[in-house]
């Protein structure tokens, strides 16, 4: 394990000095309208915790890593899995419940960071914003998955820590953003009051009369400072009915997310091929077996100078290494 991280780290230093050489400056300040905030956190306190935990000298790189972590024994043993994989992400998963301590999460940031792996988290698919019955039991155990989730991302140094917007629950979506934007406000005061205010993520959603499409996503981020918007591709695959086939169609999405993030955070994406019917998704699925590709993902990313991760949700471990083969070949052109 030693010699894994400790090649890991020689090549990170090694790269330091030519990566700061190529390093750019974004020519569009930060957005300045339209956010809500806790109360006593200034904007610029804000804007930092917006984009914390992502290296400035990774300019224009794509970080590939798969959802969930290859093995809960040990974070050494993980780690080194990751690396053995070739990967530099890894979205830690607890969709199925909380599985890892904070002693276990301090020890795992502190091997990610040596092997240079960036972390981020999914929250527990429980843990959503916009309840109809706010304060209610289903609205209380939400905000304390969402808490604990903020805790451990904190204590491993992950972020940004993804959620999913909620339902419609048969308001408006309109209704629905302004709760989720509301329940959001609030959760961001309590987590500051604790020191967990870290990156949060709003994933695109899969169904196409549900709450969670690409606008929807972009409307609360426009509206809550520490939340950044995360395009789930299968999920737009789906919804869109087939239609991310063109590097355009993956530029124009990408451009719009573009706008929505602070100048030094890099886009958070997730990944996988997808099946579907009648615009909604089914399920995520080997890669091949659906028609949304890689490829035309990679020549969007490289038309950007933000960097970004690469999530791949595909339920083997072959597709998530021709996607990660795919996405890093494009980027050594």
């Excluded at 204590?155 to 959001?184: K, Y």
């Excluded at 005061?189 to 990156?199: C, E, N, Q």
């Excluded at 030094?264 to 699925?285: G, L, T």
Aim: proline share 6%.
């Amino acid at each position: 394990m030693g010699n894994v991280l400790e090649a890991a780290a020689y090549f990170v230093a090694a790269s330091r000095a030519q990566l700061l050489l190529a390093e750019t400056s974004r020519l569009r300040p930060p957005p300045t309208t339209g956010f809500s905030h806790p109360e006593g956190h200034s904007r610029a306190a804000l804007s930092r915790i917006r984009s914390a935990s992502f290296l400035s000298l990774d300019v224009a790189t794509t970080h590939v890593g798969p959802g969930g972590l290859p093995s809960r024994e040990s974070p050494e043993g993980s780690v080194e899995q990751l690396v053995r994989g070739g990967y530099d992400a890894c979205e830690i998963d607890f969709g199925d419940g909380f599985w890892m301590d904070r002693d276990f999460a301090r020890r795992l940031g502190e091997v990610a960071r040596q092997a240079a792996i960036r972390l981020s988290v999914h929250a527990p698919l429980a843990g959503f914003m916009g309840h109809t019955e706010r304060g209610g039991r289903k609205h209380q155990m939400a905000v304390g998955m969402i808490d604990h989730t903020a805790g451990l991302a904190q204590a491993c140094g992950a972020a940004p820590v993804v959620i999913h917007p909620g339902f419609l629950l048969g308001r408006t979506r309109e209704a629905a953003i302004d709760a989720v934007v509301e329940q959001l406000t609030e959760l961001g005061a309590r987590l500051a009051a604790k020191g967990r205010l870290v990156p949060f993520g709003i994933e695109v959603m899969g169904r196409v009369q549900e709450l969670g499409s690409l606008d929807d996503v972009l409307a609360i981020s426009s509206r809550v400072d520490w939340v950044r918007p995360v395009p789930d591709f299968a999920h737009m695959h789906a919804t869109s009915d087939g239609a991310f086939t063109t590097v355009e169609r993956f530029v124009a999405a990408l451009e719009a997310v573009d706008r929505a993030l602070s100048p030094d955070a890099p886009f958070h994406i997730h990944f996988s091929d997808v099946n579907y019917a009648n615009r909604n998704e089914k399920s995520h699925v080997p890669y091949g077996e659906g028609t949304l590709r890689a490829e035309p993902l990679a020549e969007a990313l490289a038309r950007f100078s933000r960097p970004a991760t690469v999530i791949s949700e595909s339920p083997d471990e072959a597709s998530n290494q021709t996607i990660r083969e795919i996405l890093k070949a494009n980027q050594s052109r």
